[in-house]
Every structure is written in structure tokens, then in C-alpha cells.
């Protein structure tokens, strides 16, 4: 094969290839509706251009192409949203097609609606509208599929799945985000070593109270998730205890609560923190040194050996011959090395885990809520139940936004 063959050669299949391309039909992107987002129109409109470029079914116009023509008009490009100002573009503009969209953000999705126009014959030639999640930044792979879609070209799934809207459970306006505060009042009953502590008598560091106290507090609520049938609070509760005694106890909780169906039953849990006053020391359990049961600090001891040997300087063993103990004598037997409760010792941080489960009842906007509950700490704790009641106040939708 000669030069002059490979020539004709080339030139013929350039040829056929100019043909093939000039046969293709020609289309134009008017300026898109964009609402809502923060995409400008101009962007968006570049965005149409490249996906129909790249799916390479037509000869796309491109904003140079257009510039001459949009000048004259001021309706092309700014309103020319209609069919019958588009049909009436896409003739000035010469070509086949024109298309346009309308891009809405819509609550928690975007909804992008694309139509073209057979200029000829002034008719919509194809339309597609479709729902994405509210992902901005994934506008062009949104504008890729809507256009893959209409012209059956296939998409990637796992691309359409990640943008697709997902209809999720619906979240009532009644159900929103509540702020309620209101009082609380209970009773509780101590158990383990706090029962102990309570009924210990004062001398030996105890509060000498009946081990039941009545408690006051203002809990502060916030919802965080709310549907029909569920809700997900934080719940902030400062609570004194044990005034009608004489005492003044005083603790925070902070509790995760879940409120499930009409009934308004819920169910939470979270920690809590108080200050107490504690000691090493032992219980005399055997009577060894006087009454038995009695509670000893390290100071208690101190102040016990020093009276007890100053005053009985020898004592008289099991056999009949006198000695004089030591202290070291009693402490193997009973070791400081735990810590009781004991209004005379050091202050610090006591920490305690809270569950309740209870039921709200509602009256219109009011709400009173009932709980049991129990507190857990170490070697004991406190069961009881607490009533309250407290004013909706105001609702605040869970997904608002702001643009």
C-alpha cells in the first residue's frame, strides 16, 4: 500500500467520522431554578453540560456558543424556565433540544427536576424528576444519574444508593425537640452499708436518722430524637435529701432516658455524683473492746488505747498474770484498711449509677411524671419513687436548619 492510499485512507474515515458526529442532534442548557442551596445557578448549569458532553448523545452548545443570543434577550437568562421560552430559545439558538432543571432543596432532601424541549415541535421530549439525600456536594454525580436515567444509560448502584433519599420513620410536630424543666419529690429507702450509716449513732460518725429520707429537686430535660412512637431525652437532675431530718445531702444525675409509645413509659439511666464524709476504720463485731458493733475510726482508736492503757497500765491474760497490750494486739485483728462512711472524716467525691423506670401521664400540656428508681453505689444504695410535674414550654422541630 502506497502513501497516496493511506491518505485517502485517513481522509475518508476522518470524513466519515465528521458525518457521524454532524449527525448527532444538537442541544443547548438554559440557565436552571436553583432553591435553596448554595450552589449558584451558573455552576449548576456547567454541571448539566459536562454530564451531557460526557454521555455524548448530542452536540452541546456551551456558554460561548449561547452568549450572542442570551444578550438579547433579557428573559433568557434569568426566566426562561417555561416550555414555551425555551422552545422560543432553542430556535433563536438554532438547535434540536434545549434543556433545563430545577434544583429544590426541600427539608432534608434535594429534589432535582430536569426536563428537554423538542424545539421543532415546541413538546417536552424527555422529563425526569427524582429525590436525593441532602448531600450538596454531590451535586453533579446527583445530575449524572437523573440524565443516565432518562436516556437508559446505566449508573453505578452503589453511587445511587449512597445519594438516594431515604424514607425515614416520619417525626411528628408533636414530637419535637421539648424543653420541659420542672420539680421533683420522692422518698427513698436506704439499703447496705448506707442503711448502716443512717442509723449509726452520732458519736461514732453515723447520722442516727431513720434510713428513709424524703428528697427535692427541678429536673432539666432536653429531647434529642423524637418520633410517633419514641424519644431520647438528657435529663439533668440537682436533688437535696434528708431535710425533714435535719440533714443535707445533695447529689446531681445525669441521665440518658428513653420514652416509648403513647403511654409515655420511659426508661433511663446515667451517673450520679454527691460529696461524702469517710474514714478508715473497723467495726468491732465480736464486742472485743466494749460494745459490739461499734464503729472505730483510726481517730477513735487513737483516743480508745491512750484512755484505756493510761487507765489500766497492766492487764491480766487468760493464764492470771499481768501484761501491758499493745495496740498492735487488736489491729491484726481489725485492719484500717477500708473506708465507712463518717461525718467526721475527710470530705470527697462519692460517685453513684442511677436507673429509673417510670410512666408520664399528660393533661394537655401538662405532664406528671412517675418514676422508681434505684442508686447504686459502692456497698449499697437507695430505692424510692419521685413524682413531678412540669409545663411544656416549647418545641423545637429535631431536624431544623438553617441555611
Known amino acids: 500500500m502506497n502513501l497516496k492510499t493511506i491518505t485517502l485512507s485517513m481522509l475518508l474515515v476522518s470524513t466519515m467520522i465528521t458525518q457521524a458526529q454532524e449527525t448527532k442532534p444538537t442541544i443547548a442548557i438554559a440557565n436552571p431554578n436553583v432553591n435553596g442551596l448554595f450552589t449558584k445557578v451558573e455552576s449548576v448549569a456547567k454541571m448539566m453540560r459536562l454530564e451531557f458532553v460526557k454521555m455524548d448523545q448530542h452536540l452541546v452548545l456551551d456558554e460561548f456558543d449561547m452568549s450572542d443570543v442570551l444578550k438579547t434577550n433579557q428573559e433568557f437568562q434569568t426566566n426562561c424556565l417555561g416550555k414555551n421560552c425555551l422552545a422560543k430559545l432553542g430556535k433563536s439558538l438554532n438547535v434540536d433540544y434545549i434543556a433545563c432543571g430545577s434544583f429544590d432543596d426541600l427539608s432534608n432532601k434535594i429534589v432535582i427536576t430536569v426536563k428537554i424541549i ?125 431535710l425533714e431530718q435535719g440533714q443535707f445531702i445533695p447529689s446531681v444525675t445525669i441521665m440518658n432516658g428513653f420514652r416509648f409509645g403513647k403511654g409515655g413509659w420511659e426508661f433511663a439511666f446515667g451517673p450520679g455524683f454527691s460529696v461524702k464524709k469517710s474514714s478508715f476504720g473497723f467495726f468491732d463485731t465480736e464486742g472485743a473492746f466494749g460494745e459490739a458493733n461499734r464503729y472505730y475510726s483510726e481517730r477513735d482508736w487513737d483516743e480508745y488505747t491512750t484512755r484505756e492503757f493510761s487507765e489500766l497500765p497492766e492487764h491480766i491474760d487468760e493464764y492470771g498474770n499481768f501484761q501491758t497490750p499493745e495496740p498492735s494486739q487488736f489491729v491484726s485483728t481489725y485492719n484500717f484498711d477500708k473506708k465507712y462512711a463518717d461525718t467526721r472524716g475527710k470530705t470527697e467525691l462519692n460517685t453513684l449509677f442511677v436507673f429509673a423506670f417510670g410512666r408520664t401521664f399528660r393533661s394537655g400540656a401538662l405532664n406528671i411524671p412517675v418514676n422508681m428508681f434505684y442508686s447504686s453505689q459502692k456497698g449499697g444504695g437507695m430505692a424510692g419513687v419521685n413524682i413531678g410535674f412540669n409545663v411544656q414550654k416549647s418545641k423545637k422541630p429535631i431536624n431544623r436548619r438553617t441555611r
Open 118 to 242: 423538542d424545539v421543532k415541535n415546541e413538546t417536552i421530549f424527555m422529563s425526569s424528576v427524582r429525590e436525593f439525600d441532602d448531600q450538596e456536594v454531590e451535586l453533579q454525580r446527583m445530575i449524572e444519574i437523573v440524565l443516565k436515567d432518562m436516556y437508559a444509560i446505566p449508573v453505578k448502584k452503589e453511587t445511587a444508593d449512597r445519594l438516594a433519599f431515604k424514607n425515614e420513620p416520619i417525626t411528628s410536630n408533636n414530637v419535637g425537640r421539648i424543653k420541659n424543666s420542672g420539680p421533683r419529690i420522692g422518698y427513698a429507702y436506704l439499703l447496705g452499708s448506707m442503711n448502716e450509716f443512717a442509723r449509726r449513732p452520732e458519736a461514732q460518725g453515723g447520722l442516727d436518722i431513720f434510713p428513709g429520707v424524703s428528697m427535692i429537686g427541678y429536673q432539666l430535660e432536653v429531647q434529642y430524637v423524637g418520633t410517633e412512637n419514641f424519644a431520647a431525652l438528657v435529663e439533668f437532675l440537682p436533688n437535696i435529701s434528708g
